[in-house]
């Protein structure tokens, strides 16, 4: 099924004037003409207007129990969008609209709120689309590669909603492709050889920097194929990193969760990085800078050391087959080519390493990332091992160094319990003239 972004909406008219109730239009259609836009008070206005009407739209299309909406309150507010986008309530009923069994259907309404909400130019109520995009996303990907008997026959309102964020990338990054320069570790550094501005010839031709592509170019796409499926959703995830400052806790901690699924079950793998084994490197250089031989407690050692890699070697044979012998745990898992585990590993990043986030997001997503690290041990990706087992190390130095700043913190009251504490006189330099 093809969708025409630019020429109309996806959705089919008759299944808008049946299912989907519109939002009320403005009375002054022609305030732009009259010169009202630059007014800011009547643009504040229309924008709480605008945001109203479409928290009511939203309201009449979840299910909410009698005597009972989360929603109708959101629209009375100063900032309706901004009190829906943080509003815990309303996440719940969209996540509960968004895994029903027959949800992502062409006639979602939805889907379909998704799909003109993101289209306007409301910055938080597009914010409140990205919020759901984790698990618009999970639910898409899951009924795609684990389809269920009674799963709809059709995902076309899901694939609107990706389409329309893929086509607003698209269209800003204006047919570029997304590239970092790379210095050039042949050339010397300026800090050891600084050039000479007096002395450099003005024909001379510095060696241009090596240019690195993070994101071809985007081409534009009016329906979700197989083949582009991957850099479709993982575009659409790039949109979700960009705004993630401004995501709402419940929404990091569903895409770590999400994320962990997509890896597939637990294995022995995930902690590899986690203990604290002596380093084989550093065991060898201490035995022959002894005196050239080891003595019998360092060869069991080693001898322990080789049955850890034959026991790892081991757990790398092992092939995908039925996840219940390997656990309890549904095997869940979707193909992450790198045009989709880059973005992922760039959110996962933020909420790993981002200072304002709450614990529960940063356990979420550590535990995500080590599932990620055995995935890519397993599959043998060798930028996924690099990428996932350098944010394993920054999350484990930050963890180590939160735990000894933290006992340094209660050696130092404990100590001073009983010491009164007694104002520092400032300190005094003396200059001499």
């Known amino acids: 099924m093809d969708f025409h972004l ?17 939002p009320p239009t403005t009375t002054n259609a022609n305030s732009a003409s009259n010169g009202h836009s630059s007014d800011p008070m009547h643009s504040w206005w229309e924008s709480i207007s ?14 909410s129990a009698p005597h009972h909406d989360p929603l109708s309150s959101l629209a009375d507010t100063d900032r309706p969008a901004r009190s829906l986008l943080l509003s815990s ?9 968004l895994s ?5 259907s062409a006639d979602d309404p939805l889907c379909r709120w998704l799909y003109d909400t993101y289209l306007s130019s409301d910055h938080d109520l597009r914010l409140v689309v990205l919020s759901a995009l984790p698990l618009l996303a999970s639910v898409y990907l899951r009924r795609i590669h684990h389809p269920a008997a009674d799963a709809p026959p059709s995902l076309a309102g899901f694939e609107a909603v990706l389409l329309a964020l893929y086509s607003s990338e698209a269209k800003a990054r204006n047919g570029k492709a997304v590239t970092v320069s790379i210095p050039d570790l042949s050339q010397p550094s300026l800090y050891h ?3 000479n501005a007096k002395s450099a010839s003005p024909n001379s031709n510095p060696t241009r920097p090596s240019i690195g592509i993070l994101s071809p170019p985007l081409e534009p796409q009016m329906a979700v194929k197989s083949t582009k499926r991957a850099c ?15 995501m709402p806790r419940w929404s990091k901690l569903d895409f770590c969760n999400f994320a962990a699924v997509w890896a597939g079950v637990d294995c022995p793998c995930t902690s590899d990085l986690d203990g604290k084994p002596e ?14 031989f080891g003595d019998d407690d360092e060869i069991r050692v080693e001898s322990d050391e080789i049955d850890r890699v034959v026991e790892r070697v081991r757990d790398l044979e092992i092939e995908n087959g039925d996840s219940t012998e390997i656990g309890e745990e549904e095997d869940l898992r979707i193909p992450l080519p790198w045009e989709l585990l880059q973005p992922v590993l760039r959110i996962l990043g933020h909420c790993l390493l981002g200072p304002l986030n709450v ?30 087992r350098s944010l394993i190390q920054l999350d484990k130095g930050m963890r180590e160094a939160a735990n000894a700043a933290a006992a340094v913190a209660a050696n130092g009251s404990g100590s001073n319990a009983n010491t009164p504490s007694k104002a520092k006189k400032p300190e005094i330099l003396l200059v001499s003239k």
């Open 279 to 292: 380093n084989f490197i550093d065991k060898n250089e201490r035995r022959w800078s002894d005196n050239g």
């Open 50 to 63: 605008r945001a109203r009407s479409r928290i009511h739209l939203l309201s009449s299309l979840l299910p």
């Open 89 to 97: 309530p309303a996440y719940s009923s969209i996540s509960a609209a």
């Open 100 to 104: 029903a069994p027959t949800s992502g």
């Open 193 to 195: 050889a600084p050039r």
């Open 359 to 388: 614990d529960e997001v940063k356990d979420a997503a550590s535990v995500a990332v080590r599932r990620l690290y055995a995935r890519a041990s397993h599959d043998l990706v060798p930028q996924a091992i690099l990428a996932t």
């Open 6 to 22: 630019h020429g109309g909406s996806p959705f089919s008219t008759s299944s808008s004037s049946s299912h989907h109730p519109q």
């Open 232 to 246: 479709i959703v993982g575009v659409a995830l790039d949109c979700y990193y960009k705004q993630i400052s401004q």
